[in-house]
């Protein structure tokens, strides 16, 4: 397959459902104020019903690496796409919180192939060495989702409310599935013939069982995951409450972050693209793009008001560093593996991404709120809590290596 055709037929299709992912998972930081007006929410249930996106996402995950394994990204992802339509629809039409709850993890489930079922279209068509870019290419249109999400998303709930948006959006993901199933290779799985199904779930059973699993996936789950929880629910909160920003500037606010988000992601590619030409690895510069991360979120728990929008988008920039990661990891457990291999770091992600929407929001509420919002004082404890657990993840996988190496030493 020519380089064009495999951008336009096994990447630029699912990039497009990637972004409607992104979208309606970043959302709800935009319609918040909506939501908490006409459903009466707590910080922990506006907390808990964005979170049911992300809960319900990550449950699939580990199913989900079999069935792209075994079926394809091309009817996974067409299929699933469709299911996230329907919960769009019943997000809109949803009377109050337990059913708003309800259709927002209909919504999670269908979106739960988003990244994954384009990073396995992208294992089964691109050469190893071009992988990284573009799946960090996929991961920066996606990331349009987010900036779709803020001043533009703002701007049409002004129009047409936000249950009439959830409609709109509805038709923009059929036509996203359409899409994909009619131009996607239909040779879904590269010419390869799928293991049996019980192999396969056993081969993810060994995947996870893995003492390379265990070093790496708490640092990816704690910094993605913590970024994307953050990032799509209270970091709009956070610039209302800690700087005194009104709708219009919070919502500029997390345009900027969204920009931040998607030239992060592009730039890091580009730069592990060029590096890996001289012999450096994907994960020295994740590791070291870590670090400043880990110094941006310092200065937002410290509240450094003249400091804190660089901060926030550093932390945008860089929050999914750890996509670099994915090809590296999926290559040392086996090319064939790759759905399932990429499916289980997800999970832990977003397990990590639900926690942290919904302890928040927890932490949050535990301080009485203000006039016009919520103590800061709260933020600070939240967002003090997750940088310490990533600190710890980031030991953890150095003290992982130092023993791998010993070990082999001493083999």
């Known amino acids: 397959m020519s380089p064009i055709r495999i951008v336009f037929t096994a990447l630029l299709p699912f990039a497009s459902g990637y972004f409607m992912s992104y979208l309606l998972r ?35 995950q580990l199913p989900l690496g079999v069935l792209l394994d075994r079926y394809g990204p091309r009817r996974v992802q067409s299929g699933l796409l469709l299911v996230a339509a329907a919960g769009c629809v019943g997000f809109a039409l949803a009377p109050g919180f337990a059913a708003m709850f309800a259709a927002r993890s209909v919504i999670g489930l269908g979106f739960s192939a988003g990244l994954m079922a384009s990073f396995k279209s992208s294992a089964n068509w691109v050469p190893i060495e071009w992988r990284s870019l573009a799946n960090t290419s996929i ?9 779709a999400a803020t001043v533009p998303t703002e701007l049409l709930v002004g129009q047409i409310g936000w249950r009439g948006v959830f409609l709109v959006f509805a038709a923009l993901i059929v036509a996203a599935s359409a899409l994909i199933f009619a131009v996607a290779p239909s ?12 192999r396969q779930a056993a081969e993810l059973v060994a995947i996870l069982r893995l003492p390379l699993f265990h070093r790496v996936a708490p640092l990816l789950a704690l910094t ?20 005194g920003l009104s709708r219009p500037d919070v919502d500029r606010h997390l345009l900027w972050m969204a920009l931040a988000f998607m030239a992060g992601i592009l730039s890091v590619g580009v730069i592990a693209d060029r590096l890996g030409r001289r012999g450096i690895g994907p994960m020295p510069v994740m590791l070291g793009c870590n670090c400043l991360y880990f110094v941006a979120q310092a200065i937002i728990v410290a509240r450094i008001e003249a400091l804190a929008v660089p901060a926030w988008l550093v932390v945008a920039g860089l929050g999914q560093v750890a996509i670099l990661a994915f090809p590296w990891f999926a290559a040392r457990v086996g090319e064939g593996l790759a759905g399932r291999s990429n499916a289980t770091i997800n999970f ?24 016009t919002g919520y103590d ?6 939240a967002l003090g809590l997750f940088l310490a657990l990533q600190l710890v993840a980031f030991a953890w996988y150095f003290l992982g290596a130092w023993q791998h190496r010993k070990d082999v030493q001493h083999a």
Do not use: C, H, K
Request: glycine share 12%; no cysteine; proline share 7%.
């Open 26 to 60: 970043a959302v709800n930081a935009a319609v918040a104020p909506d939501l908490v007006r006409d459903a009466g929410l707590s910080p922990a249930e506006l907390g808990l019903l964005t979170a049911a996106y992300l809960g319900a996402f990550a449950l699939f």
């Open 139 to 147: 991961m920066a249109f996606g990331a349009l989702g987010v900036v």
């Open 187 to 198: 040779a879904d799985t590269g010419g390869t013939t799928p293991a049996p199904f019980r």
């Open 224 to 243: 993605s995951g913590l970024q994307i929880g953050i990032q799509t629910l209270w970091a709009g909160p956070w610039f209302r409450d800690n700087l």
């Open 348 to 371: 832990t992600m977003f397990v990590a991404a639900f926690f942290s929407q919904y302890v928040a929001g927890l932490i949050i509420g535990l301080f009485p709120a203000t006039a």
């Open 376 to 381: 800061p004082r709260g933020y600070s404890w």
